[in-house]
């Protein structure tokens, strides 16, 4: 069974410019998470999506966007990029919401200059 | 911002020693998991740990929760070199969801 799978993998970007990263869940998954992990902030919550629904959202400006499609692969954008906006950027499934396990992707890194 | 602290921040140990790493938090919880991550890449799930419970192992590890003092333990006993890692505890809040709010990790390094 495949693993949860996110491209790109690395990336590069200037400031201003806008990146999607995209997320594949594992077959059958209906739940995915996605998270920014940066040196300096550790492990935060971005948002969770369910069946195309956006169930939370962390706090994050509204340059950070998501969304699901009907076959659950998720996307998220981040707009008019900052430096501070460099980060691995990871994204979670699981089977449903309270499952309590995640499976991780091996992440996006971004770089902005 | 963390929930979670975690102690102590780094850890280093030779192969075959135990290694203890602890973490706080704040709020209530349904449940407490523990993740590892190899430098750079996906976390990985060890063990998930329900509000009611208060001590459960998996294969050479061994978690506790006392949830009067919001605190857990993660105990790996006769480590190995490819136990080098940086180890996370993660919280639910006590709401519904997938929202996780992570410690700032443990980065443990065994030596062979």
């Known amino acids: 069974k495949a693993g949860v799978t996110q491209t790109p993998r690395y990336l590069i970007k200037t400031r201003g410019q806008q990146v999607t990263l995209s997320c594949s869940p594992i077959?059958?998954?209906?739940?995915v998470s996605w998270y920014q992990q940066t040196p300096g902030q550790g492990l935060q919550f971005l948002f969770e999506?369910?069946?195309?629904?956006?169930?939370n959202k962390g706090n994050f400006p509204g340059r950070f966007s998501g969304r699901q499609f009907s076959n659950s692969r998720s996307e998220m954008n981040v707009s008019t990029l900052e430096l501070g906006d460099s980060a691995l950027y990871l994204c979670a499934s699981s089977l449903a919401v309270d499952t309590g396990e995640l499976f991780f992707g091996e992440g996006s890194r971004l770089t902005v200059l | 911002s963390q929930q979670g602290e975690e102690d102590p921040q780094a850890l280093s140990i030779q192969e075959g020693e135990n290694a203890t790493m602890n973490c706080s938090y704040k709020t209530s919880i349904n449940n407490l998991q523990w993740y590892r991550q190899n430098s750079g890449r996906g976390l990985v799930h060890l063990i998930l740990i329900r509000s009611n419970e208060r001590e459960k192992h998996s294969g050479r590890l061994r978690v506790t929760l006392d949830t009067s003092k919001k605190s857990s333990s993660l105990l790996i006993t006769a480590s190995r070199a490819a136990d080098t890692a940086s180890y996370f505890c993660a919280t639910d809040g006590g709401a519904a969801g997938n929202k996780l709010t992570f410690g700032g990790g443990t980065r443990v390094l065994v030596k062979p």
């Open positions: 999506y369910f069946s195309e629904t956006q169930r």
């Open positions: 077959s059958g998954h209906r739940s």
